[in-house]
């Protein structure tokens, strides 16, 4: 008897056992029976981007990550903001350090291509069908078609226009304290800079842009942007240089150094009289943000990427100059048919090979595409840092939320334009329709840097120590360019010649 009780008693253990591990036990410590289930813990994106943190940013996001939650994704954001000026820098290191960084800023004339040849940037087709179907359908299929490299989406495009809305910061009420009309173009600018020097000895007429990751914002490679009578433009190959350009749309590739009557040399020696006459900054070049001067009062005129004054530019202004006002002055060609663009993108979002989660990534980029999240990660909280006006437009209540969209989330169909006047409104939507350009017939067009990558590389090194000196006017192109043409001559021919064969083999398909 003693035996049955033991051999049962063990029987019973054995299958309290068995119960417990196959989890068919109720859990003692839940009074409702059921089984305890941890939530995953959610997963930390961590993105870099050029700028600055805004005050309100943490409320923002914040907000954000409840929104997501609420969607089912159950994802943290970590942003990492740089300084514009040491974001190539910083970076370039981390992606070939291998840091775990999940989405990154990059754009053409910063390290784009570069970056995608070595290999650091994940190819973005699959991931894109299977979790981004919302990022695909904000785009138009032009901006899609002209920006893949290699015939693969390895990054993606953020624009909302088919060419960059370009034009010049001017102090409107320095121009109206001594009578000058609103300025209608490039020639009476110029006239009101040199009023500027005699009338206002402790405020500077210009600046441009005069570091390397700025020089198609230095003095003279900017006049390029208004050049709608001859469409002037960069190469694939030297995409942040005007040292070798197309003209006009007949797929011709022009070098700077064999043609002395190029507009550009003409662009470089105005800018040298511009220098030498105190018009321009004299320490141009050694200014790391150009613009700095200008929001501090110190300058009357500065180019900028955009059609509009926003109000950050205008409170920065006042806490200087309480007096202060910017206006635009912009010479862009708004007839239809007179500008050419290759749809393709000046800035892009990518996902690094060494990220650990590439899934949610884009699955956080295809619910920041979304109309409701755009808004609110592109302006803020709706009536407590802007408020909608009608489907497209907006106004901007403070400046405490201010964080530009363009970096990490832009897309065309959802940005908003900020009410203003009839015709800054009527630029942005005539920059946004496709239908106003006349394609370029190199779009699509990549260059293949690999036969001529040692050539580029040190014409790359020599261009460095020339070229913002020359395009601000800084040193005398009477000299300059013949040094310059000495050093780095060969090898700008070497690129010249390769880009043009590729080109000629592109158009003969």
Same mark, same amino acid.
């Given at each position: ?399 405490? !939320?201010?964080? &530009?969209? $363009? ?7 959802? /940005?908003? =334009?900020? #009410?203003?006047?009839? +015709? ?54 009477? !000299?300059?360019? &013949?040094? $310059? ?7 700008? /021919?070497? =690129?010249? #010649?390769?880009?043009? +064969? ?8």
């Amino acid at each position: 008897m003693k035996h049955t009780v033991l051999r049962r008693i063990r029987i019973l253990t054995i299958l309290l056992s068995v119960l417990l591990l196959a989890g068919c036990l109720p859990d003692s410590g839940r009074q409702d029976g059921s089984s305890r289930t941890e939530p995953p813990p959610p997963v930390t994106l961590k993105i870099m981007v050029p700028g600055e943190r805004s005050s309100d940013f943490d409320l923002v996001i914040r907000e954000a990550e409840r929104r997501l939650a609420d969607s089912g994704i159950s994802i943290k954001l970590q942003m990492e903001f740089v300084p514009w000026n040491d974001f190539g820098t910083r970076s370039q290191v981390a992606l070939s350090s291998g840091e775990e960084i999940d989405l990154i800023f990059d754009a053409p004339w910063l390290h784009l291509n570069e970056m995608i040849a070595s290999g650091y940037y994940e190819p973005l087709d699959v991931l894109l069908k299977q979790y981004g179907p919302t990022i695909i359908a904000k785009r138009p299929h032009q901006m899609w078609d002209a920006n893949r490299f290699r015939g693969h989406v390895m990054a993606i495009p953020l624009g909302v226009s088919h060419v960059m809305s370009h034009s010049y910061f001017v102090r409107k009420d320095i121009r109206e304290k001594h009578g000058v009309p609103p300025i209608k173009n490039y020639e009476e600018m110029i006239r009101f800079a040199y009023i500027v020097k005699e009338k206002e000895p402790d405020l500077v007429p210009l600046i441009a842009g005069g570091t390397r990751s700025q020089q198609l914002y230095s003095q003279a490679a900017f006049r390029h942007y208004h050049d709608s009578a001859s469409h002037l433009r960069p190469t694939q190959a030297l995409d942040s240089s005007l040292m070798l350009y197309y003209q006009h749309n007949n797929g011709k590739v022009h070098n700077v150094f064999k043609e002395l009557d190029s507009p550009v040399r003409k662009w470089v020696e105005e800018a040298r009289i511009l220098y030498t006459d105190g018009i321009i900054h004299k320490d141009v070049l050694g200014i790391k943000d150009f613009q700095e001067p200008g929001m501090a009062g110190q300058v009357a005129i500065f180019p900028t990427g955009s059609f509009y004054v926003g109000e950050l530019a205008q409170e920065t202004l006042k806490e200087h100059a309480p007096e202060g006002e910017w206006e635009i002055a912009t010479f862009f060609d708004d007839v239809p048919g007179a500008n050419i663009s290759d749809f393709s993108q000046w800035n892009f979002i990518a996902v690094p090979v060494a990220s650990k989660h590439k899934e949610e990534a884009i699955r956080f980029l295809n619910w920041a595409n979304e109309k409701p999240n755009y808004d609110l990660l592109a302006y803020g909280i709706q009536g407590t840092h802007w408020e909608p006006v009608g489907d497209d437009k907006f106004n901007q209540r403070n400046t405490r !939320y201010n964080q &530009s969209a $363009f970096v990490w989330i832009w897309n065309p169909e959802d /940005e908003r =334009i900020l #009410e203003s006047d009839a +015709r800054t409104e009527r630029l942005w939507r005539f920059i946004r329709d496709a239908d106003n350009f006349v394609p370029d017939i190199l779009t699509g067009f990549e260059f293949d840097s690999t036969p001529v990558q040692a050539e580029l590389d040190r014409f790359n090194r020599i261009e460095a120590k020339y070229y913002t000196p020359l395009f601000n006017g800084v040193l005398d192109p009477d !000299y300059a360019w &013949s040094q $310059f043409e000495a050093e780095a001559g060969q090898a700008l /021919e070497a =690129i010249e #010649e390769e880009l043009q +064969r590729q080109v000629d083999a592109f158009l003969s398909r």
